[in-house]
């Protein structure tokens, strides 16, 4: 067995509750963090797809029609700009 392979069977064996009201010192909130994280990931990355992709997805599309008006207007003045000076020719 792979080293990946045995350190997965450790960890989801060994998986045992974090206690989260407890004083750490830097380092193990980062280790514990790291540990909360590969213990839940699934559920994490359940809700992201769930609530935060159509959200995202909205967003970027109201986010490019705003660029898309932008530029429509920044073409517009300079294209009238253009036509002024070509008239006052």
Not at 8 to 29: D, P, V, W
Not at 39 to 54: C, D, E, V
Not at 61 to 79: C, D
């Amino acid at each position: 067995m792979s080293f990946i392979q045995e350190n997965f069977l450790n960890n989801t064996i060994m998986s045992e509750r974090i206690e989260f009201y407890k004083n750490r010192s830097i380092g193990e909130r980062f280790s514990v963090a790291i540990d909360f994280l590969k213990q839940n990931w699934k559920a994490l990355y359940k809700n992201i797809l769930i609530g935060g992709l159509p959200l995202a997805i909205i967003m970027g599309y109201f986010w490019g029609q705003q660029i898309n008006a932008q530029n429509n207007k920044s073409y517009l003045e300079k294209t009238k700009q253009r036509i002024a000076i070509i008239r006052s020719l």
